[in-house]
Each structure stands twice: as structure tokens, then as C-alpha cells.
């Protein structure tokens, strides 16, 4: 039971556009969330993060929208930069609960063309 | 200042055999998370410590999977009878606990695990 979807695989975008990156999740107790870039035999690394009490949360050229009623969240890099390119994944955790388990969905790999 | 490290970075081992995987957090780091990630998809949870104790070890696979941090800072994840569908990269990361549980993570590069 995926609880964190990332439905595309991968995205290819051209420099100076805009990318937006999707997920869903189906756990309604999930009440933050996070992105993190991923650059091959690395860790991954935080990104941006959003609680579920605000719908937006911009930081620089990152921006994450939250909608909770549809469940989904989006992640847009404006302008994108050919070092944007790299595994994306979308994180949740029910803090509210207590819980400090963290759902990953499978990713999106991001090709920033130059 | 140094961040997460792993050792090793890779680790090959035949089936049946028992392995250990260290991971060092960041200093004055009190929780400790421990991943699985196979080729294709996301990081998948296996355990969390919060200082020497296993708050939720509710991803641990089976009993063949086993972790410790017994002075709160550094963690092995231990793997009896290892099996080929272990093979993935395991990653640890380490963060802060503040009181409203907001827990950015700080990844290791994570081992690579390979049973043949």
C-alpha cells in the first residue's frame, strides 16, 4: 500500500522553465511533508518542507503548494538550472500523532536540459 | 562540520551470512533513522531511535533484522541469515527532535549491500 505517490518517473525540462514536480498521499493523518533532491551515490538532502496548516511555502527558486482536500502536493523550481537535475522525492510523517516515520514515494528523476 | 557517515560504503556477502552496518550521526543529533532503499524506489523505513531507545521499529522486515544505539550515538543495523532479496543501499540519517517533531533528516551516503 503505497501511502506516497510520485506517478511520474521521470521529467524533462528546459532551462529558464519552470518545473513542477507531483505528488499524492492517501494517509490523512499525514500533516507534514517534505522534498528531498537526490544526486546519485549520495544521500538524499532536505529540500523544502510545508506543514499542513499553511498551502504554501516558498524558499528562492523552490516553492511547495499543499492542497489537502485533493490530498496532493507539488514542488515548483522556477527557473530551473541544469544542476536542479537529480532524483526528487516527496516525504510525509503524521508529527501531530506523534509519529516521526517518514513515507518516501518512489521519486522523480528531473532532466534539466541547457 | 562532518555530516552523517556510513561504513562501509559497500558490503558484499553470501547468502546466509550475518552482516553489520555502522552508521555515526551528526553530533547532538538525537534521532536516528535507519532506510532501505531499493533500485527504482523511494527510501523505505525500517526503524527509528530516539536516543538509545527504538521509538518505532515498525519497519524492520522480519527478525533476521536487528538495531542498536546503545550510547545514543552510534547505530549498527545487524542482518542475520542474509537473503538475496536484502540486497539494497541502506541509509541512515540523523536529526534534531524539537518539541513540535518538525524532523528535517540528514542523510549518510548510505552502504550498498549486495548478497549474492
Known amino acids: 500500500d503505497q501511502q506516497v505517490k510520485q506517478n511520474s518517473p521521470s521529467l524533462s525540462v528546459q532551462e529558464g522553465r519552470i518545473s513542477i514536480l507531483n505528488c499524492d498521499y492517501t494517509n490523512s493523518m499525514f500533516d507534514y511533508f517534505l522534498w528531498y533532491k537526490k544526486y546519485p551515490a549520495e544521500g538524499p538532502t532536505f529540500l523544502i518542507s510545508?506543514?499542513?496548516?499553511?498551502d504554501k511555502n516558498e524558499d528562492g527558486r523552490f516553492t511547495v503548494f499543499l492542497n489537502k482536500s485533493a490530498k496532493h502536493l507539488s514542488l515548483h523550481i522556477v527557473p530551473s538550472q541544469p544542476g536542479d537535475s537529480a532524483v526528487y522525492f516527496c516525504a510525509a510523517s503524521a508529527v501531530g500523532t506523534g509519529g516521526f516515520k517518514t513515507i518516501f514515494g518512489a521519486g522523480t528523476r528531473l532532466f534539466v536540459k541547457a | 562540520g562532518a555530516g552523517v557517515s556510513q561504513t562501509p560504503s559497500n558490503k558484499v556477502t553470501e547468502k546466509g551470512k550475518y552482516v553489520e552496518l555502522r552508521c555515526d550521526p551528526i553530533s547532538g543529533h538525537t534521532a536516528l533513522y535507519w532506510y532501505r532503499q531499493s533500485l527504482g524506489q523511494g527510501p523505505e523505513f525500517l526503524i527509528y531511535?530516539?536516543?538509545?531507545?527504538?521509538?518505532?521499529d515498525s519497519g524492520l522486515p522480519n527478525d533476521r533484522f536487528f538495531a542498536v544505539r546503545p550510547e545514543g550515538s552510534v547505530s549498527t543495523l545487524k542482518i542475520q541469515r542474509t537473503e538475496r532479496g536484502d540486497s539494497a543501499v541502506y541509509l541512515c540519517a540523523s536529526s534534531l527532535t524539537t518539541s513540535g517533531g518538525v524532523n528535517e533528516q540528514f542523510f549518510g551516503p548510505g552502504t550498498r549491500l549486495t548478497v549474492l
Open positions: 510545508i506543514s499542513s496548516i499553511k
Open positions: 531511535f530516539q536516543g538509545t531507545g527504538a521509538a518505532d
